[in-house]
């Protein structure tokens, strides 16, 4: 038994990486940037939230494990910003790690892969609720923090638009939030206009 507690403490310590990855998008009121684990948290949340308020018969604990496992990738292959040329590529170290995780001999979660990839794939009902969130989270921080990381990159009003597109088809009531937000932060001078 004692072997047993070793080996997942092992497991959950390499986890616990995820907490020194830090990100672009700075937190409510923007002090600080978050990190890869904090936005994981509070993704599974509002995740959480959304499938509850929408009652569209989610799977909600798949949902959770969806949001928890998203960024694990980022351990190694660290943070890929959403306006970065090399975005596209991303996957391929975040699998890598990902496989290495799941082979650790301290985890016990059977389908840890399996579960990375639906998300990474975004054909499941969860998973697109998923994407459209992680879109969500990182621009609502934008608003709160005044468009601090979109200052402090040089982003403009159509790579948010293009990045976002395709909220549009997943969930509309959310796009015209979002597209509401988007003149919002023009008008305030946070956010390039063209």
């Known amino acids: 038994m004692t072997d047993r507690v070793t080996q997942i ?3 959950l310590l390499q986890l616990d990486k995820l907490k020194s990855i830090n990100r672009r998008t ?3 009121g923007g002090e600080r940037v978050e ?3 904090e936005h994981s948290w ?3 949340f509002a995740c959480w939230a959304f499938a509850e308020q929408f009652q569209e018969d989610f799977d909600v604990l798949k949902l959770i494990k969806l949001a928890l496992i998203h960024d694990l990738g980022e351990i190694d292959a660290g943070d890929t910003y959403l306006y970065s040329d090399n975005r596209n ?3 391929e170290a975040e699998r890598k790690c990902v496989e290495n995780l799941a082979s650790h001999p ?3 979660i059977e389908n840890f892969v399996e579960l990375w990839e639906e998300q990474e794939a975004g054909e499941t009902k969860e998973a697109k609720l998923l994407k459209v969130i992680d879109r969500l989270l990182p621009f609502l921080h934008n608003i709160t923090s005044e468009g601090q990381a979109w200052k402090d990159n040089n982003i403009h009003k159509s790579q948010v638009l293009k990045m976002h597109q395709f909220i549009e088809d997943e969930n509309p009531e959310i796009y015209t939030w979002f597209i509401s937000k988007v003149e919002y932060a023009v008008g305030k001078g946070w956010l390039k206009a063209s």
Do not use: C, T
Request: charged share 5%.
């Open 106 to 108: 301290g985890n016990p």
């Open 9 to 11: 403490s092992e497991f």
């Open 42 to 44: 509070h993704l599974a």
């Open 89 to 91: 590529n991303a996957h």
């Open 26 to 28: 700075y937190i409510n």
């Open 35 to 37: 990190n890869s684990a």
